[in-house]
């Protein structure tokens, strides 16, 4: 095996395969070193949405070109579907009290990116979702959004990436980044490798790989749970999510009824394995009966939650480092990072070789925390400018 490459990724979530294959495409060889197996953690294990709600306004323009390419995610991983289904995503007011606040989401994306959003009253409600409980009042729908499944979506890009030469090598840990002339060392349990450039996708122990190279950033690490019903007959069609409770369903082809939405368990970042909480998953499964009663009557087959990290101000970093030449980052995408893989993948790979990235990186860049953790002020103001909730309910969410 060559100890030299053009490129080494340290981590195979979705951002580190998309780059990979991304730069691969483009002629670099390219090793990709993760220390389980690819999806391992929150790429592979999270609900599998593609939509653009909730997101902090300086997201959206990556979510949209991002949705574009889910489009034709086929054509990108060379047929593969990766499960996407364009079902639509219906968010859903319970209250009039949420009817305001869910406009004013709609409006705000409007403002910022070209996705179709279609107002729903009560009973076109109905008309759409005929077992959604009667206790609603409106709700948005987003014809272009759906889901997909994120194993398999790991899984096409790693194969095409390979496919095109990139190495992956597995079951090995990044003990440590040196300089080594003009390249980077990357120190491993399998040995050391070397390359110009070294892209950090290491999720939720990404900001543990930027301290090596002087990029400091304190992530916040959470594990959002889930819970999947066993198949039962048709409930719903869309992707459904809501305004003010956390809650997130959906129903794949098979039967399968994926509920999740935010509710946490314990992350521990040592072992890499999470603790369950079981009364606040009991509170995300009545929740999902009380919106459609025919949950009730079904099965729960099994429980989950992957790690994933959350950045100061809930926005990904993404980007070259601040501190050293050579170093890149694709990491903190703070719990809806596997939407945005194909995109991401994109513009890095692009800034990585000279090109103009198709969306401006710039929001993005590790720099904007100057070396600390950013304080509760500039969170809270940059909060109040996400697209889908108020600067309160966003840090509420956020665990602040």
Not at 31 to 56: F, Q
Not at 226 to 253: C, H, N, W, Y
Request: hydrophobic residues 40%; neutral net charge; proline residues 5%.
């Amino acid at each position: 095996m060559r100890t030299s490459y053009d490129a080494i990724v340290i981590g195979a979530g979705i951002h580190g395969c998309s780059v990979a294959m991304q730069l691969s495409m483009r002629k670099l060889r390219v090793l990709v070193i993760e220390k389980t197996y690819p999806g391992r953690h929150a790429s592979g294990v999270n609900a599998g949405s593609v939509h653009h709600i909730p997101r902090l306004t300086p997201e959206l323009p990556l979510a949209e070109l991002t949705l574009r390419m889910w489009h034709d995610i086929g054509e990108l991983v060379d047929g593969e579907d990766c499960g996407y289904r364009q079902v639509g995503h219906l968010r859903i007011a319970e209250t009039e009290d949420d009817v305001a606040p869910m406009n004013g989401t709609a409006e705000g994306v409007a403002r910022h990116c070209n996705i179709e959003e279609i107002h729903l009253d009560r009973e076109a409600l109905f008309d759409r979702e005929p077992g959604l409980s009667r206790n609603v009042a409106a709700g948005i729908f987003s014809p272009e959004c759906g889901y997909a499944q994120p194993a398999r979506a790991v899984h096409a890009f790693r194969a095409k990436a390979e496919r095109l030469g990139a190495v992956f090598l597995n079951e090995t840990c990044v003990v440590g980044l040196r300089r080594s002339g003009p390249d980077w060392l990357v120190d491993t349990s399998a040995g050391p490798f070397d390359a110009p450039m070294v892209v950090n996708c290491a999720g939720a122990w990404g900001s543990e790989v930027a301290s090596w190279v002087g990029d400091h950033v304190t992530l916040r690490t959470v594990a959002l749970m889930m819970s999947v019903l066993a198949p039962m007959k048709p409930v719903m069609e869309t992707v459904i999510g809501l305004t003010r409770r956390l809650l997130s369903i959906k129903q794949f082809e098979n039967g399968t009824v994926v509920i999740g939405g935010g509710y946490r368990g314990t992350p521990d970042l040592v072992t890499g394995r999470t603790m369950l909480d079981y009364t606040r998953l009991g509170y995300n499964l009545r929740a999902a009966t009380e919106v459609f009663p025919a949950l009730a009557h079904g099965r729960v087959v099994r429980c989950w939650s992957g790690i994933e990290g959350i950045s100061p101000d809930a926005l990904p970093i993404i980007g070259p480092s601040a501190s050293e030449d050579g170093i890149w980052h694709s990491f903190a995408y703070s719990t809806h990072g596997f939407y945005l893989g194909p995109a991401a993948g994109r513009v890095l790979a692009e800034a990585m070789t000279g090109e103009r990235p198709a969306v401006s990186l710039e929001p993005f860049h590790i720099g904007r925390f100057n070396g600390c953790v950013a304080n509760l002020e500039r969170r809270r103001e940059r909060a109040s400018r996400s697209v889908g909730r108020s600067g309160g309910e966003q840090l509420k969410l956020l665990g602040q």
